[in-house]
């Protein structure tokens, strides 16, 4: 996750920008330097104790960091890789009706490998190095690639909730597959191109610089943290004057709010504006399936279970009457259905079973070519526990989502407005930006190892 701390410059100590790199710079102050010749050799020693301190605490937290990223690229890595390879063999084996699931979920494995293979091991080189060996291109295309990795796996997710609230009213339809796959398909390609344009500028604002003159030391760090530090060494020049120092105030200014508004634009789309799609849309699912919910109970002692159905009493939703009438191929899909959502654990499954393309209409139908009790019976629980498995992985996907990226966002916007409370906690933002990686393992728990079934 890229981390945007902000800057103050009347502390003038460079904060970590997009949680990409540092800069060990001095922290004088702006308006006046820190100055040892007037303290006594008791206060020199307690400022050295404390200095002391600190760089322990410091080495410390690096060493916890790197212990969540290293934790996360090994567990990680191997579940992305045996989700995306299961995606891609079940994804093969659909020559005509292509599954918009499985395309949803080999889009978020690609997503979250970039995280784990690009964004991750950098993160872990730079933590022990705290300096940039990549040069000038690896430093543009390292901060455009991680960004874009995280844009692109919060429009993943925001693509799935969106694809939750048509299966969700579409839960007892088989006539919406195909065009629930064209759908998700435009709606990633949507998604692949808007993160890609909104981390375009992270190549032009990253670039490579040497903040010491006489010490070999590289970072790859933001032009606002450049721009900011070149005007702190100028305003301490001794040589420069009082009108030049407020020209320099006022630039830092402007700077620190183009610096704001940057960093305000990164938030909105890689969390808030997706985290609002996904609880609005979780909240349509589960006021539709409460909906679906009620309709079944008041229906089902009229018409589910009448243990005397005539055929001809209900209503076919295609055209293929003599096909959809045949009890071995009602027979055999109902019961296919039925054993799918047993296993499943996943609503997604169930509905991207249900779309047979040897058949295409209604449960509902199905239940009358059997023109008996069992089927209808097993239809309409079988569309029940569907919508079970519907709610509960909606339930967890937003509590998911919600605890591993909305408390590193909300700490980082506290900070970027000046909170006083961020100075206590401004440490700790390295830990949550880490934990946002641990995401990466949560999903193909959710969408895919766990949640795929087997065939038989």
Known sequence: MDDYLGTSFLSVKFQTFFCLYKLQLPSNSRLMSYSNENLTLEQLEEANALKEAEEISEILRIKIEVCIYVVVFFIGGPLNLMALSKSLRAFSR???????????????????????????????????????????????ACAFFSTFSFYLNSFVIACIAIDRVFGAYNISSLNAHRKAYIRCRNLLGCGWIL?????????????????????????????????????????????????????????????????????????????????????????????????????????SSSSCFNFRVKSSDLTLDDTQSTTTRSPTRSTYLLQQEESFALRSSSSYDFESHQSHPTRQGSIKSRASSGGGTKFGAMAVTTIHRAKQHAKRQAALIIVAYLCIWSPYNLFTVLNLFGMPIMEELRHFLSFLNAAICVNTVVNPIIYGVFAMPSRK
């Open 94 to 140: 659909t020559h005509k009706a292509k599954s918009q699931i499985l395309l949803l979920r080999i889009t978020l494995n690609l997503a979250d490998l970039m995280t784990l293979f690009l964004y991750v091991p950098k993160q872990i080189i730079w933590l022990i190095t705290y300096q940039w060996y990549g040069g000038e291109f690896l430093c543009r």
């Open 195 to 299: 993160a890609f344009l909104l981390s375009l500028p992270q190549a032009v604002v990253f670039t490579t610089t040497s903040p010491y003159e006489k010490i070999e030391f590289k970072q790859c760090a933001t032009i606002f943290m450049i721009f900011l530090h070149e005007k702190r060494i100028e305003y301490q020049d001794p040589s420069t004057s009082d009108i030049r120092r407020e020209e320099i105030d006022a630039e830092a200014a402007s700077m620190e709010r183009w610096e704001k508004l940057y960093a305000i634009n990164h938030f909105l789309f890689v969390f808030w504006i997706p985290c609002i799609i996904i609880v609005g849309s979780y909240i349509v699912v589960l006021l539709i399936l409460q909906g679906h919910l009620k309709q079944d109970k008041s229906s």
